[in-house]
């Protein structure tokens, strides 16, 4: 059972309690049912915010050192790009920030692995290989942030890299 089928549940579950059925009926609500319908409207939504994609650090994780893609396809009008540079963007804004996401969350799911694994008592080689494993990972996405910039590098100018380089700059 994923997030949704549960939030549909407990919204079913509330219709169920505030209409007595889980359809309402062609009958005048009272005020009480008006009120409780208002909050589940209100509160229902709330759920849905959580499953947004979570930053690194919301993950748990390091903070990136620098994230030039997303700075260069909010700006790659301001920055010129050609229709070649333009096809790249699209093509690694198609594939790279998915493998990075999915190896961030493998690395928050092994993060979470070993606080169970701190909190059980399990035996210090496990907690030992759990932590090189997240070190390793953490290593991978800082060296994955690295590439990205080489590879924004070598398909950008000099100029428009340097330009991207000024835009990516923490304010």
Not at 38 to 45: I, Q, Y
Not at 84 to 106: G, N, V, W
Request: aromatic share 4%; with cysteine; hydrophobic share 50%.
């Amino acid at each position: 059972m994923n997030v949704f089928d549960l939030n549909q549940r407990q919204g079913r579950y509330l219709i169920t309690q505030i209409w007595g059925h889980d359809r309402p009926s062609n009958r005048i609500p009272t005020v009480k049912n008006l009120m409780l319908s208002a909050a589940l409207a209100l509160a229902l939504p709330v759920s849905a915010l959580a499953q947004q994609p979570l930053s690194p650090q919301e993950k748990g994780l390091s903070a990136p050192i620098i994230a030039l893609t997303p700075v260069l396809a909010k700006n790659a009008d301001a920055l010129m790009l050609d229709e070649a540079q333009k096809a790249d963007l699209k093509a690694f804004m198609a594939t790279m920030p998915a493998k990075r996401m999915a190896f961030e969350d493998e690395t928050a799911a092994l993060r979470k692995e070993l606080q169970d694994a701190i909190a059980t008592g399990a035996p210090v080689a496990e907690r030992e290989a759990l932590a090189a494993k997240i070190g390793a990972n953490e290593t991978a996405l800082l060296v994955m942030r690295s590439n990205c910039a080489d590879h924004w590098r070598g398909v950008l100018t000099p100029e428009q890299f340097a330009q991207l380089l000024v835009l990516a700059e923490p304010k």
